[in-house]
């Protein structure tokens, strides 16, 4: 058995170099994996921990139907309180107001200047609770980190969370200035305690715990809640369904159009959306075990062809097949285990070092255990895979054929059957496509099934594309370099099974990038604002006044302005069908009929305007998205149900139109608060409607457009930014990379939009203009897709790995034929030359058909945005950028060349042809 071993693991002694390739490869694949899982975790413990937090003890919730932060009478309470069965009712009262962190000493030295107004103010949600039941409800002590919790007699303070008070520099004792109910002057709250709360999302504030009554007081809601949370006596299922109705019924006669949902519905919707994500994720993680695979598989072919000489002559001496398949199985396995090994600490460095870059998106470091046992078995198939392939090759290698030592021309036959295998699944994946990726509960299954047979066709398709590509591949490149093309045709196009792989790998990293950028470009260029769209907005999580747009209309330096309300609801699906998902993503906007068409102006595809403001005027009529339309199949005169809490209507369509894009705005608002999916498919009704049908009367967004001539700005403006009016100015106003001209302009429409506000009672409301909004939504989904391509990026490093295992495999297995080369005259620039031909050829194969994948990926995602949601984009390629992946690829192919290049420059002649 020792002898077996030593024979087994010469070649890590021998080959130290490409071993360690192997190794890196397994590890590189392993530690991406570790990486993408513990990410995935850490998000999903904060969202867990959040949900827990938000349900805690409470059964059965009421909220309104019109998001997070609107509100309703606290006097409900009186009509559930006396139910049977009704153990206890904790309302709360969510407010996100600017506030200021202000410390003891810096309240002593500069009071007046931090109690003055700045734009740029950073907000916080104020939560107010009855804290004589709100501990019966949320474990609060537990969550305690420092200080004390709040108590019946504490009226001015609060308990803050810990994060927001260390980014802040804010310890016990110091305070937050909160600027509410119209004030000039902030409120001072002083700080009691911290809690440690994670955040669920980049866009979510931070958070501070006070007593109800204070915050009713200081933002003039008084006896107004957000929502109500209900204990019963008796826990059990059954009696919930029971109680909850009697419950729902008492409720209504207070708030009509209240919301009622249980603590396992919540925790269930939370579980499908996590499922989803989930599903996308191991899709990604998959990518470096498959570029692994088949970087490993090339260079054990490689190796077992190296030594075939060797496996020959252990043939003649009587070593059966089964003897040679153990002999490489017992060489790769324990590389491996190595492999993996040292890849479980990699994705933990990963994952530590992603959380500290980008600690919004990810939250904390957290170790996902189930991701690291998915690891160590994807490392594990991986390495069985790759070794068990040149096992069974092993298993056939006879005496005569070991004499060769060019690289074995493929056969046709082999190559034919696997490119028709390849046709089979490409016709099996345009069938899943076009018959099962459709709206339904099913569509993440089989969007992850579509993908999957997509990269199993070009895998299989690699083969026969290297061996149809080589050959004028190999001929441009050799006049590139120098060289015969035969020279370059015998390692590329000879080798085509071994040079597949390589390409495969690099393939598969590449498409993720290509497809990444392609998608991200298209959808950005898809959701384009009308073109005659209105100037400004101001956006509100609670409903405004009923006569905000009135209000909004005197204030000077407004030319016209429409008020529209925006809310979820469950637009012609079932209510229990996939809610969690439906509800987030559909969104019926109300409007004033002749100020929104005045202002923004539609392009009708079926229907006119005229008509369209007729019947809508009349009732009972609504405009619906084009994406809309195409995901629902409804056109002009079809009927389309709308859910709004426990009401239901029907409504006509007046029209279909192109998408406006206001419901990619409305998302990307909510997102600011919960964790919402931004996506389209929207429907435009009336408020008047809403009263009548839904009892719904308020305002969330105003669009405007100004009436400000343009007009120099004053000598003295920006004034220097160390003054009082200088601090309450943002950092934008003073970017002298923009004309002064157009900064005043700016200054003058954003202070419009302030005394909107402040005349509304809503200092908390975004505004700006629909550029600025524009660009930040697209900003932001640019991060995104810069997280997302990091994975696909260190596939690629497993793939260059790839490459130089490959290229040193075959400049050792050369070694006689380069010194022969050498002393026929062959000089050693042209050694150096033909190697790197050799690694720029396989770097530009691998490149196109990670292009082709990629943008193949690209084409199918936007088809599947489509299918489910409506959304049909322009398919946009990104040159710049994907012709940036394509020349990080090539080089590093051309890198992972340069050291097996030069050593093959560097030939010894007289060492290389000598014959112990």
Not at 263 to 290: K, W
Request: glycine share 8%; proline share 4%; charged share 20%.
């Amino acid at each position: 058995m020792r002898h077996w071993s030593q024979l087994a693991t010469r070649n890590w002694r021998v080959r130290s170099i490409r071993t360690l390739g192997a190794v890196a490869a397994i590890a590189l694949g392993v530690g991406a994996v570790v990486w993408v899982t513990c990410c995935y975790e850490s998000v999903r413990q904060t969202i867990v921990e959040w949900a827990t937090r938000y349900v805690g003890e409470s059964h059965i919730s009421l909220e309104s139907p019109l998001g997070k932060y609107d509100r309703f009478a606290q006097r409900v309470i009186e009509k559930i309180t006396p139910l049977e069965d009704v153990e206890l009712v904790a309302p709360q009262l969510v407010q996100r107001l600017r506030v200021r962190a202000a410390t003891q000493e810096d309240l002593k030295t500069r009071r007046a200047e931090l109690e003055s107004w700045v734009d740029d103010l950073p907000e916080i949600d104020l939560t107010g609770v009855d804290l004589a039941v709100e501990y019966r409800i949320r474990d609060w002590p537990e969550w305690l980190r420092t200080g004390r919790l709040l108590t019946p007699e504490d009226q001015d303070a609060c308990v803050i969370e810990q994060d927001f008070a260390v980014e802040n520099n804010l310890v016990l004792g110091d305070a937050i200035l909160v600027w509410a109910g119209g004030r000039d002057k902030p409120y001072e709250i002083r700080i009691v305690g911290t809690v440690e709360r994670r955040r669920i999302g980049r866009l979510q504030k931070g958070m501070a715990l006070m007593p109800l009554q204070t915050l009713q007081n200081m933002t003039v809601n008084f006896g107004m809640i957000n929502s109500l949370d209900i204990v019963l006596k008796d826990g059990d299922a059954r009696n919930i369904g029971r109680v909850a109705s009697r419950i729902h019924t008492a409720a209504r006669t207070v708030v009509p159009n209240i919301n009622m949902r249980s603590a396992e519905a919540r925790l269930r919707q939370i579980d499908l959306a996590q499922s989803q994500q989930e599903v996308v994720l191991v899709l990604l993680s998959s990518v470096a075990m498959l570029t692994a695979l088949f970087i490993i598989l090339s260079t054990l072919s490689m190796g077992m062809i190296e030594r075939i000489a060797q496996l020959g002559l252990l043939r003649c001496i009587g070593t059966t097949g089964r003897q040679l398949a153990a002999l490489v199985m017992w060489e790769v396995m324990p590389l491996g285990l190595v492999g993996i090994v040292l890849g479980i600490p990699i994705g933990l460095a990963l994952a530590a070092l992603s959380v500290w870059i980008v600690p919004d998106y990810i939250g904390r470091f957290t170790i996902s255990w189930n991701g690291i046992g998915l690891a160590v078995g994807a490392g594990a198939a991986t390495t069985f895979i790759a070794a068990a392939i040149p096992a069974l090759a092993a298993m056939r290698v006879s005496p005569m054929e070991a004499a060769r030592p060019r690289a074995r021309r493929a056969g046709l036959l082999p190559l034919a059957g696997v490119s028709l295998l390849a046709a089979a699944a490409l016709a099996a994946q345009i069938y899943v496509m076009d018959y099962k990726v459709l709206r339904s509960p099913d569509f993440v299954q089989w969007a992850s099934t579509a993908v999957s047979i997509l990269y199993a066709v070009y895998a299989m398709a690699a083969p026969m594309a290297v061996w149809l590509i080589s050959i004028p591949a190999v001929v441009v490149m050799a006049v590139l370099v120098g060289v015969r093309w035969r020279l370059l045709q015998d390692q590329v196009g000879h080798a085509v099974w071994r040079s597949a792989g390589i390409c495969c790998g690099l393939m598969v990293g590449l498409s993720l990038i290509v497809g990444l950028a392609v998608f991200n470009e298209s959808f950005r260029a898809g959701w384009q604002f009308p073109k005659q769209f209105p100037e400004a907005y101001v956006w509100s999580f609670a409903e405004m006044q009923p006569n905000a747009g009135d209000v909004a209309a005197k204030t000077p330096g407004v030319k016209s302005v429409t008020a529209a309300n925006a809310m979820n609801a469950i637009v012609e699906e079932k209510p229990m069908f996939m809610e969690a998902v439906y509800r987030s993503v559909t969104w019926f906007l109300g409007v004033e009929t002749d100020s929104f068409f005045d202002l923004v102006k539609l392009e009708f595809i079926e229907g006119d305007e005229e008509t369209a403001r007729r019947l809508m005027k009349e009732g009972g009529h609504i405009l619906v998205a084009s994406d809309f339309a195409r995901a629902r199949n409804k056109h002009l005169g079809d009927k389309v149900r709308v859910t709004l809490g426990s009401k239901e209507r029907s409504f006509r369509v007046a029209g279909v139109i192109d998408s406006p894009a206001l419901d990619i705005a409305a998302g990307y608002f909510q997102a600011q608060s919960e964790m919402r999916v931004v996506a389209v498919g929207s429907v435009i009704g009336t408020n008047a409607d809403l009263r009548k049908h839904f009892q719904i009367d308020g305002v969330k967004l105003l669009l405007v457009n100004f009436d400000l001539l343009p007009a120099p700005a004053p000598a003295d403006w920006p004034p220097p930014p160390g003054t009082i009016r200088g601090r309450r100015l943002s950092q934008s106003y003073y970017d002298e990379r923009r004309p002064l001209v157009e900064r005043w302009q700016r200054y003058r429409e954003m202070q419009v939009l302030e005394n909107i506000k402040t005349q509304l009672g809503e200092q908390s409301a975004f505004s700006g203009t629909a550029r600025e909004l524009k660009t930040e939504i697209d900003n932001e989904l640019s991060r995104v897709t810069q997280l997302l391509t990091a994975v696909p990026a260190v596939a690629l490093i497993v793939a260059a790995l790839g490459v130089a295992n490959l290229m040193t495999a075959n400049v050792t297995s050369r070694a006689k034929q380069l010194a022969i080369m050498r002393a026929v005259g062959a000089t050693r620039g042209q050694i150096l030359r033909m190697v790197v031909g050799e690694a720029l050829v396989l770097g530009l194969l691998g490149s196109a058909l990670g292009l082709a994948l990629g943008l193949h990926l690209a084409w199918n995602t936007t088809t599947m945005t489509a299918n489910m949601w409506g959304f049909e984009v322009p398919f946009q390629i990104p040159w710049r950028q994907v012709g940036l992946a394509v020349g990080l690829t090539v080089g590093l192919c051309v890198v992972a060349g340069l050291l097996p290049a030069r050593r093959a420059a560097r030939t010894n002649v007289i060492e290389a042809l000598h014959v112990p």
